[in-house]
């Protein structure tokens, strides 16, 4: 009862979305229409807003959101690699394999890619009996993957899938790291892959970070950013990664300036997109942090500002 109630409040927000422009129309015209006497400044500028308003819906709910940006980033980290980052893709409700699909062929078509690194949110209250025909695409990929598991495929929101999706994500040749340590002996790499599970579950071990006795460079996968304030927890003595790759926030998903960081889901909204120094939100911490803004949608299919992203980090 609970998902049928969040999916019905969806649609009459998708709804309201799709017909606001126009009942901004008829108010405004109406208001014209009564008002005679309002001055020809006040009705260009009534207009010329019910224009933008129905212009900038139709861009973000129709034509923004089905974009695929590829996003280069030089990174200096002492060691080479080239890496693509892609999270939030939520297949379910908005996207599908079709979107999928797309976005496997913009990762083929870079050069020299050693992995693909998904930062969590598989999904937004996919059908369960969907999830090989939404994954499949994933086969495709002629780079590896590694990924960890977000808030809503661990339940914070979303329905009871981990196992569905974690066999699901099996049959699509996703390695599922979540809380494991991966050595260059495991991966062929030059550099470790750690995986950290969902902060918003609880799940996010730092343990499989202190307990590490390896001395290679290393990459976290992370889903939410503010994983990286249990850093502090580490002993001094212990290797810090390097860089640590999330997404999560979306980067605003409408992305209107002065607005959009109200509603990122972090406490600390400078958690926001792009690449910074983890010593930014704890001077005793070192390492590197990438935001991707991600490539799907959560509660209203719409992006603005903010189009799908996959990541491509060129690491020297």
């Not at 996010?204 to 304030?229: C, F, K, M, Y």
């Amino acid at each position: 009862m609970q998902q049928f109630l969040v999916k019905v409040v969806q649609f009459l927000l998708m709804d309201f979305l799709f017909l606001s422009p126009i009942l901004l129309m008829i108010f405004v015209g109406s208001t014209l229409f009564w008002r005679k006497k309002l001055s020809k400044l006040w009705q260009k500028f009534a207009i010329t807003l019910t224009v933008l308003v129905l212009l900038l819906t139709i861009w973000g709910v129709h034509i923004e959101r089905n974009l695929i940006v590829i996003n280069e980033q030089k990174i200096t980290l002492g060691f080479k690699a080239r890496i693509v980052v892609i999270s939030d893709v939520h297949l379910g409700i908005w996207k599908d394999d079709k979107f999928l699909e797309k976005i496997v062929t913009q990762i083929n078509q870079q050069k020299d890619i050693d992995a693909v690194l998904m930062a969590g949110d598989w999904t937004y209250e996919p059908k369960i009996d969907q999830l090989d025909k939404l994954f499949a695409p994933l086969k495709q990929l002629k780079s590896p993957i590694y990924g960890v598991l977000g808030n809503h495929d661990v339940e914070k929101p979303g329905p009871k899938l981990r196992t569905e999706l974690q066999s699901a994500l099996q049959k699509a040749n996703v390695k599922l790291i979540d809380n494991l340590a991966l050595s260059t002996k495991d991966t062929g790499l030059n550099f470790d892959i750690i995986g950290l599970g969902d902060l918003w579950g609880g799940e996010d071990d730092i343990g499989v970070i202190s307990n590490r006795t390896s001395q290679n460079p290393s990459i976290v996968i992370a889903h939410n950013p503010e994983s990286i304030l249990k850093y502090k927890n580490i002993p001094k003595n212990k290797n810090l990664p390097n860089l640590t790759v999330t997404g999560h926030t979306h980067c605003g998903q409408v992305r209107i300036p002065l607005i959009y960081k109200s509603f990122l889901p972090v406490s600390n909204t400078d958690f926001d997109k792009g690449l910074f120094n983890i010593s930014q939100f704890d001077p005793i911490l070192a390492g590197q942090l990438w935001i991707s803004c991600g490539t799907g949608e959560v509660g209203l299919p719409i992006r603005l500002f903010n189009p799908p992203s996959v990541d491509v980090l060129t690491i020297d």
